[in-house]
């Protein structure tokens, strides 16, 4: 279980542009939920996820991933409960590396780094494999650089890299915004698929309200740094993406 | 030119090779323009000069000298990483500060060796002992960069913000990198002394554009992907650039003498530098006509 006991995030403490984005915020997340997170420019999305990640410090409160405290980690150091996809392509993999280079490095996620090679054999049938499965023509392409691929595909493996090793959250940060309606689609099914194999805890924050929607067990409509809409079960089933409009 | 300059540019070229290897580590691997270079040749050949001078084997002088490089290259990421000034900055200050560390350990501006015992045993064991260390390197340095950890350097100089994403620290592997190439420009110096007889203040005056003019050459003539390719053809980068050198001051080509050396170095890395630029606009007119 995730959970954010009354925290406060300000930006820009002591200068002219001081803005505070969370006071007292709390909210949790239960093990195996799925939330979608929706809301206008500002709302605090981004910032949510950028505190769990550990991004953006707390001026107060408490984060916990289960039993384990975080508040005062950072990012590299709770990297091992944690797995993001960003946004742009272009920015949440190594776009000089080669594929199998690039799932090495998040195969390593959470173990210590030693000096033994970072590819093997075995490792290679592993990845071919899991990018096999994924079918979007990518298991004969290993050697590739990771910039020789769209943006989709650079989507689909960065998926890859954040469930090759379990997580106590993954953080989705708009990642299909980026892409064509038709990778959207292929992108946000195969999430769909690692989801349910994996069996994660995931927050994805999104644009689209019907996505919000169609996707996952819970949605948060969040406003000026407050959930101003928390929907689960049958009211959420019930409820058509036209009526999120006035919360905007 | 003759046989014994041919041969003096490829044991330049050697030499410098080791060089050519860290300013890739720098500026290539985790891209990061470290200065301190020009601080840490010198650092490296007045460590173990000073120390076979007062009768430490030679074997141990130079792993002074490399620990001592190691140190230098600490003292700037430290610098960069924990107190956040500017790389470039940061090595300019220790190379700076080096100009004088160095004439401490040495107690005079220069210190001859050439009565002293060195790791090289005669004057025609030098070629084959560079052309080993150069190898070895090499092996060393590509089971090194395709490991775990080696990868996880690499990373910081790709996407720097992802890293720690995937439990990457970005400030210690910085350091790590600096240490890293600047232990192996001290270990340059220290050949450098050994296999010319002298260590003297002032030789550290243009390493890194020499490293770096190296490095670009080699990128641009061999232009590959693999690290072990890549390494090589630091190393050829930097014989090449000797060679070209030497062929340049020796054979009276328009007038040019051996002072000229420095301006001949920065115009061949202006050169390298346009090269792929031009080659851009050419191949794009040549398919704009066809």
Same mark, same amino acid.
């Given at each position: 279980?995730?959970?954010i006991n009354?925290?406060?995030?300000?930006?820009?403490r002591?200068?002219? &542009?001081?803005?505070?984005?969370?006071?007292?915020f709390? &909210?949790?997340i239960q093990?195996?939920?799925?939330?979608?997170?929706?809301?206008?420019n @500002?709302?605090?999305?981004?910032t949510?996820?950028?505190?769990?990640?550990?991004?953006?410090?707390?001026?107060r @409160?408490q984060?916990?991933?289960?039993e384990k405290?975080?508040?005062?980690?950072?990012?590299?150091?709770?990297?091992a409960l944690?797995?993001?996809?960003f946004q742009?392509?272009?920015?949440?993999?190594?776009s000089?590396?080669?594929?199998? /280079?690039?799932?090495?490095?998040?195969?390593?996620?959470?173990?210590?780094?030693?000096?033994?090679p970072a590819?093997? +054999?075995?490792?290679r049938d592993?990845?071919r494999t899991?990018?096999?499965?994924?079918?979007?023509?990518? /298991?004969?392409?290993?050697?590739?650089?990771?910039?020789?691929?769209?943006?989709?595909?650079?989507?689909?493996?960065s998926?890859?890299?954040a469930?090759?090793?379990?997580? +106590?959250?993954?953080?989705?940060? /708009?990642?299909?915004?980026?892409l064509?309606?038709?990778?959207e689609?292929?992108? &946000? /099914?195969?999430?769909?698929?690692l989801?349910?194999?994996?069996q994660?805890t995931v927050?994805?924050?999104?644009?689209s309200?019907n996505?919000?929607?169609?996707?996952?067990?819970r949605?948060?409509?969040m406003?000026? @740094?407050?959930?101003v809409k928390?929907?689960?079960?049958e009211?959420?089933?019930?409820?058509?993406?036209?009526?999120?409009?006035p919360?905007? | 030119?003759?046989?014994i300059?041919?041969l003096?540019?490829?044991?330049?070229?050697?030499?410098?090779?080791?060089?050519t290897?860290?300013v =890739?580590?720098?500026f290539?691997?985790?891209?990061?323009?470290?200065?301190?270079?020009?601080?840490?040749?010198?650092?490296?050949?007045?460590?173990?000069?000073?120390?076979?001078v007062?009768g430490?084997?030679?074997v141990?002088?130079?792993?002074?000298?490399?620990?001592?490089g190691?140190?230098?290259g600490?003292?700037?990421?430290?610098?960069?990483?924990r107190?956040?000034?500017?790389?470039?900055?940061?090595g300019i200050?220790?190379?700076?500060?080096? =100009?004088?560390?160095?004439?401490?350990?040495?107690?005079k501006?220069?210190?001859?060796?050439?009565?002293?015992p060195?790791?090289?045993?005669? !004057?025609?064991?030098?070629?084959?002992?560079?052309?080993t260390?150069?190898?070895?390197?090499i092996v060393?340095?590509?089971?090194?960069l395709?490991?775990?950890?080696?990868?996880?350097?690499? !990373?910081?100089?790709?996407n720097?913000?992802?890293c720690p994403? =995937?439990?990457?620290?970005?400030?210690?592997?910085?350091?790590?990198?600096?240490?890293?190439?600047?232990g192996?420009?001290?270990?340059?110096?220290?050949?450098?002394?050994?296999?010319?007889?002298?260590?003297?203040?002032?030789m550290?005056?243009?390493?890194?554009?020499?490293?770096?003019?190296a490095v670009?050459?080699g990128?641009?003539?061999?232009?590959?992907?693999r690290?072990?390719?890549i390494?090589?053809s630091c190393?050829?980068g930097?014989i090449? =650039?000797?060679?070209?050198?030497?062929?340049a001051?020796?054979?009276n080509?328009?007038g040019?003498?051996?002072s000229?050396?420095?301006?001949?170095?920065?115009?061949?890395?202006?050169?390298?530098l346009?090269?792929?630029?031009?080659?851009?606009k050419?191949?794009?007119?040549?398919?704009?006509i066809?």
């Amino acid at each position: 279980m995730i959970r954010i006991n009354k925290i406060s995030v300000i930006f820009g403490r002591g200068t002219p &542009l001081e803005h505070s984005v969370f006071q007292d915020f709390t &909210l949790q997340i239960q093990t195996g939920e799925f939330v979608t997170v929706i809301g206008g420019n @500002g709302a605090g999305k981004s910032t949510l996820m950028n505190v769990i990640s550990g991004d953006v410090r707390v001026e107060r @409160g408490q984060i916990w991933l289960d039993e384990k405290e975080v508040t005062t980690l950072r990012p590299h150091e709770r990297s091992a409960l944690i797995s993001r996809v960003f946004q742009d392509p272009l920015l949440g993999s190594f776009s000089d590396l080669t594929i199998e /280079e690039n799932l090495s490095l998040a195969y390593s996620r959470g173990e210590t780094r030693n000096l033994r090679p970072a590819l093997n +054999k075995k490792l290679r049938d592993k990845y071919r494999t899991i990018l096999a499965e994924i079918g979007i023509n990518l /298991e004969n392409r290993l050697q590739d650089k990771m910039g020789l691929l769209s943006g989709g595909q650079r989507q689909a493996v960065s998926l890859l890299m954040a469930t090759l090793q379990p997580a +106590k959250i993954l953080l989705l940060d /708009e990642h299909t915004a980026a892409l064509d309606p038709k990778m959207e689609q292929v992108v &946000l /099914e195969l999430t769909q698929k690692l989801i349910l194999e994996h069996q994660l805890t995931v927050l994805m924050i999104t644009h689209s309200m019907n996505q919000a929607l169609a996707y996952g067990n819970r949605t948060l409509v969040m406003h000026q @740094g407050q959930v101003v809409k928390d929907l689960q079960g049958e009211a959420r089933t019930a409820l058509q993406a036209s009526e999120l409009i006035p919360f905007f | 030119m003759n046989m014994i300059q041919f041969l003096g540019a490829l044991e330049l070229g050697l030499l410098y090779g080791v060089i050519t290897i860290a300013v =890739y580590l720098t500026f290539r691997v985790i891209n990061f323009p470290d200065l301190t270079v020009d601080g840490s040749f010198p650092l490296g050949a007045a460590v173990a000069s000073a120390l076979i001078v007062k009768g430490v084997d030679p074997v141990f002088a130079t792993l002074a000298a490399i620990l001592a490089g190691c140190i230098a290259g600490f003292v700037t990421g430290y610098l960069h990483v924990r107190w956040k000034i500017l790389g470039l900055l940061a090595g300019i200050l220790t190379m700076t500060a080096l =100009y004088s560390i160095n004439l401490r350990i040495m107690g005079k501006p220069n210190i001859a060796l050439l009565m002293e015992p060195t790791l090289f045993q005669g !004057s025609n064991t030098v070629l084959p002992a560079l052309a080993t260390i150069a190898i070895v390197l090499i092996v060393l340095l590509t089971i090194f960069l395709g490991s775990q950890f080696g990868l996880a350097l690499r !990373s910081t100089g790709i996407n720097p913000r992802v890293c720690p994403a =995937y439990g990457i620290n970005v400030g210690v592997m910085t350091i790590i990198g600096l240490c890293l190439s600047n232990g192996l420009v001290a270990f340059a110096g220290a050949l450098f002394a050994q296999v010319h007889g002298f260590a003297d203040i002032s030789m550290g005056t243009g390493t890194l554009i020499v490293g770096l003019a190296a490095v670009i050459v080699g990128e641009t003539l061999f232009h590959s992907y693999r690290i072990w390719l890549i390494l090589i053809s630091c190393v050829l980068g930097s014989i090449l =650039y000797y060679l070209v050198i030497a062929l340049a001051l020796n054979t009276n080509f328009a007038g040019l003498q051996s002072s000229d050396l420095k301006l001949v170095t920065s115009v061949l890395v202006v050169v390298a530098l346009l090269f792929p630029q031009f080659r851009q606009k050419i191949l794009s007119k040549y398919r704009g006509i066809s």
